[in-house]
């Protein structure tokens, strides 16, 4: 049967970003219709950590983004239900350096935080046990960070979508923006029919570059992937994101060479949760042994108890990057009617909320309350678009689901050795 809906506000795309775009244009009183060719986090968002940090952002737009994000995250945490259906936990963020230099540098960049409005308070190093005991002896101190928290992504987006009361349609493929003769959206056709709109959000993750080109535009999002390794589940062993000053480097890197550096974070349902790892090979998903020996070993350095706990399995996503670093936000001049919501790399999770809000306020007709000047859609040249489609393999995104996972168990001692 042929489906043809209406509605004020289409938005493509069912994981956090898009959750959160539903859910604040609701509450503005638009009509809205969320459709995807999978699950509600079907993808990005079913295989991050659910991080909502401000600790690995320099001043600047996203850092702004960071704080709004994370002071609408405490609010619909504390609306009756809402904050324990998806595990939302205030329990902040601690960045160790394991050198004087090292630390030095990190003391630097948490000055520039503050001054920006960050809470960061330094951590000298005879102090680091009574935030987290079980940490490795010998670091030279830390940055604490009280404003980071977690939540369970998938859980999250589920009842950000619910929330909101949009009509959410599932298991449907976007395959045009619908168009009026002058270039206006009028809607998009999906493989069941058509939704008419006078506005579709892009909220389409590491493939918003396909969704725009439906609408003739170019926006170089590109996938960078990333594993992450599970344990079994363990008492309350780490207590906050603990990870290495390295980290925020990584996180800035242009380079599609694989980097890792530890990350390791506890969960309110006992399993811990360790990465990152970042590479550019388009949307390769194969299980890489390096890669996550790698990523145990590190692991083991900030944490030596891991070596003795059971690795149960690892899961592969691709974050949605982009050249400059900073996400498509608001609208697209080049096509009116046309929003974007996406390339928020590895911090869409925790930027959900602001970029939905904001995008809500422009919808509603009001000025956002963070100028969108730098998060501009149409702030790329041709060479960047062009390049998003440079040396990325041929896939069948049916067969892209990074939610699926590969399974393997193991000591820590195994992975942690070197490759061979």
Same mark, same amino acid.
Not at 54 to 57: F, G, L, P
Not at 124 to 138: D, Q, S, T, W, Y
Not at 340 to 356: F, N, R, S, V
């Given at each position: 049967m042929t489906e043809r809906l209406t509605c004020d506000v289409v938005v493509v795309g069912a994981g956090m970003v898009g959750a959160a775009c539903a859910l604040y244009a609701a509450r503005a009183g638009l009509d809205v219709v969320v459709v995807d060719r999978g699950p509600v986090a079907g993808g990005t968002t079913g295989a991050g950590e659910g991080n909502l940090l401000?600790?690995?952002?320099k001043p600047g737009p996203e850092l702004e983004l960071a704080l709004l994000s994370g002071r609408l995250w405490a609010e619909l945490a504390a609306e009756p239900g809402l904050g324990a259906a998806f595990e939302y936990e205030a329990k902040g963020g601690l960045v160790v350096a394991s050198t004087p230099d090292g630390l030095t540098a990190l003391e630097g960049f948490a000055a520039g935080q503050r001054a920006a409005g960050v809470e960061a308070i330094t951590v000298?190093?005879?102090?680091?046990?009574?935030?987290?005991?079980?940490?490795?002896?010998?670091l030279a101190g830390g940055v604490y960070y009280p404003q980071d928290a977690q939540v369970m992504p998938t859980l999250a987006a589920a009842h950000l979508v619910r929330a909101s009361g949009a009509r959410l349609l599932t298991g449907r493929t976007v395959t045009e923006v619908l168009r009026t003769a002058d270039g206006t959206v009028r809607g998009v056709r999906t493989d069941r029919g058509e939704i008419h709109a006078p506005a579709v959000v892009n909220a389409a993750g590491t493939w918003g570059g396909e969704l725009a080109a439906l609408a003739g535009v170019g926006l170089p999002v590109l996938p960078r992937r990333g594993f992450v390794l599970v344990t079994e589940p363990l008492p309350r062993l780490v207590r906050h994101k603990v990870y290495a000053a390295d980290y925020v480097a990584d996180v800035a890197s242009d380079s599609a060479a694989l980097q890792t550096s530890p990350v390791v974070e506890g969960t309110a349902a006992g399993p811990v949760l360790i990465g990152a790892s970042r590479e550019r090979v388009g949307f390769d998903r194969s299980f890489s042994l390096p890669v996550v020996r790698a990523l145990a070993a590190g692991a083991t350095r900030l944490f030596p108890f891991l070596e003795r706990v059971r690795a149960m399995r690892t899961y592969v996503g691709f974050r949605p990057y982009m050249p400059d670093h900073l996400?498509? /936000?608001?609208?697209?001049?080049?096509?009116? @009617?046309?929003f974007?919501?996406?390339?928020?790399?590895?911090? @869409? /999770?925790?930027?959900? #909320?602001? #970029?939905?809000y904001l995008i809500a306020q422009v919808l509603g007709g009001k000025a956002p309350e963070l100028g969108l000047g730098p998060f501009r859609p149409d702030r790329f040249d041709k060479s960047d678009v062009d390049a998003s489609h440079i040396d990325e393999p041929d896939v069948d995104e049916s067969d892209v689901d990074e939610s699926d996972v590969d399974e393997f168990g193991g000591e820590f001692e195994d992975f942690g050795r070197e490759s061979e």
């Open positions: 401000v600790s690995d952002k000298e190093a005879h102090r680091l046990p009574a935030l987290e005991p079980h940490l490795a002896p010998g996400p498509a /936000i608001g609208p697209d001049p080049r096509v009116p @009617g046309l974007h919501a996406c390339g928020h790399e590895g911090a @869409g /999770i925790g930027l959900a #909320t602001g #970029t939905g």
